[in-house]
């Protein structure tokens, strides 16, 4: 059974929130099933993980938003409902890894810095989705979803095996996102003025004014 130092537990923590903005219910799933199975020795804040009917509401969720997330317009409206979802949900598992710890000071810092994160890679990904959506073909979406699958699977791997390497990636993506999303708002802004000039209400109200 593996357990953690204090560098390899910021990294699970930073992994952790990140991930969770963009496939939190694989996260939930991932991390009880390896604490359940033995195979790591989770926090005592995410020991909760672990219990069959937490496993079971995670694979339930999992399986839905599996699905959900390759429907075009179906995935948009799914990341608006998860906004509220997901990034409370990266600062409570981001807490999580240091709630054994005497100092309530680290379960404050991490919450600030995991729920940051995980609005960082929600609203990449919202962003990311939505301008894909302004495309006609499913392809995009689905090629997309799993990505983001086999990348969230991958990183979780990847912080339970090498802590370090983990968050050197979550630091090399979140400079990414924080790139990316100003392009993507205006991208989607430019999308929706054009669409609500094409609108037929706004023709005919263009008519009725003239």
Do not use: C
């Not at 939505?130 to 495309?135: L, P």
């Amino acid at each position: 059974m593996h357990a953690f130092d204090l560098p390899q537990l910021i990294a699970l923590a930073a992994v952790l929130g990140f991930a969770s903005g963009i496939r939190l219910y694989a996260v939930l799933l991932i991390a009880g099933l390896v604490g359940y199975a033995g195979w790591v020795d989770l926090p005592g804040g995410l020991a909760v993980l672990q219990h069959p009917w937490v496993l079971a509401a995670s694979g339930v969720m999992f399986a839905v938003e599996f699905f959900a997330d390759k429907i075009p317009g179906v995935d948009s409206v799914w990341d608006a409902i998860q906004t509220f979802v997901r990034i409370p949900a990266g600062a409570a598992l981001a807490a999580g890894v240091f709630g054994g710890m005497d100092s309530a000071a680290w379960s404050t810092v991490a919450a600030i810095v995991g729920g940051s994160l995980a609005a960082t890679s929600h609203f990449a990904k919202a962003g990311t989705r939505a301008a894909a959506n302004t495309s006609p073909e499913p392809f995009s979406n689905v090629a997309l979803s799993l990505t983001e699958d086999v990348g969230v699977a991958g990183l979780m791997w990847l912080v339970l095996s090498y802590p370090l390497a983990a968050l050197a990636i979550v630091i090399a993506l979140l400079i990414l996102a924080v790139w990316l999303l100003p392009k993507l708002f205006r991208f989607i802004g430019r999308a929706a003025r054009k669409l609500f000039a094409l609108s037929p209400n706004r023709h005919v109200q263009q008519n009725t004014d003239r």
